[in-house]
């Protein structure tokens, strides 16, 4: 079966394309021939995911999926959260995101955080969502060049490196978003094979 990722972020879909098994194929909003961006409005990961799902589906008629993720730190009351692709300004600037964060963090030791994915699925004129969350700690330094976003600063729960500086196979393992598309998997797999 084809089902189309909504993004237009070339890390997630590559995370996913590596994820997702044989049999379901993966289209990007460019091989649907969409090169807009679709604004993010929601006031929540359920409503910013599902922004994207209903904009794809109507304007295509089309089986499709799409998450809104972010990174929490309690002691910062949950931000950057759902402004985590803006947290330092627009345009969208990793570089400047992880600078802010840490400003703010400097004083405190390894402060606990979590990532979140909540995925989007249209299907069958049905929509479903599915969630992810990892716990971790903002690491003092900014170490690895994998992924994208945060992992350089982000240290998984029982591990001593960033997700910057593990493999995308591990990273596929145990992140927010891995966990999600598996449920996702399961659900397909189980509705539509
Ligand atoms: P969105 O889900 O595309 O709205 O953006 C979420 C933002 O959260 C990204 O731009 C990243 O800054 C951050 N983020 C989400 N998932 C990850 C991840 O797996 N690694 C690092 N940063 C992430």
């Keep these: ?112 955080a979590y990532f979140k994915t909540v995925i989007s699925l249209n299907i069958n004129k049905e929509n479903i969502f599915f969630k992810g969350k990892i716990k971790g700690y903002i690491s003092k330094e900014t170490k690895g060049i994998n992924g994208f976003g945060y992992d350089p600063i982000f240290i998984p729960d029982g591990y001593d490196k960033t997700f910057g500086e593990i493999s995308s196979k591990i990273k596929n393992k145990i992140s927010h978003r891995s966990i999600a598309i598996r449920k996702l998997v399961e659900f397909i797999k189980k509705n539509f094979f």
Excluded: H
């Excluded at 604004?39 to 409503?47: A, D, H, L």
């Excluded at 089309?62 to 300004?89: K, T």
């Design 1 to 112: 079966m084809k089902i189309v990722f909504a993004t237009n972020n070339q890390s997630k879909l590559k995370e996913v394309r590596e994820i997702i098994p044989i049999g379901i194929e993966i289209l990007s909003l460019k091989d649907i021939g969409f090169f807009d961006e679709i604004k993010e409005t929601g006031t929540s990961y359920e409503e910013n995911a599902q922004i994207k799902t209903k904009y794809i589906s109507n304007k295509y008629s089309i089986d499709c999926f799409a998450d809104d993720s972010g990174l929490e730190v309690p002691c910062l009351n949950g931000a950057p959260g759902i402004y985590s692709a803006r947290f330092a300004g627009t345009p969208k600037n990793d570089i400047n995101n992880i600078k802010k964060l840490k400003e703010k963090l400097k004083k405190k030791t390894k402060p606990l």
